[in-house]
């Protein structure tokens, strides 16, 4: 999947604003079960925010990456602890 682009990227920042977190990532790090929430929730919302609640932005950051990652979405905005997440839905989930 291409990266987005700058015009994309502020079309679902704004679409992500009003968006509460949907999934809270705790101390005790990125488990299998909450990646499996933060894969369903892109599956059925395209666009949702997750919260980190890592101590320091480094631990954050590489959470924030290792999600995008393992998720195959792409990271739309990080603000403090929250990161929005953006996958287009499966054409067969639609």
Do not use: C, Y
């Not at 079960?33 to 590489?62: F, P, S, Y």
């Amino acid at each position: 999947m291409p990266p987005l682009t700058a015009r994309e990227r502020s079309f679902l920042k704004a679409r992500a604003h009003p968006l509460e977190p949907i999934v809270t990532v705790g101390h005790d790090g990125l488990s299998d079960t909450v990646l499996k929430e933060i894969d369903g929730a892109l599956t059925a919302h395209e666009l949702i925010k997750v919260r980190v609640n890592a101590g320091d932005r480094t631990a954050r950051r590489g959470l924030f990456e290792e999600i995008a990652l393992r998720t195959g979405a792409d990271a739309v905005q990080q603000v403090g602890k929250v990161l929005v997440l953006w996958r287009p839905r499966p054409l067969d989930a639609a």
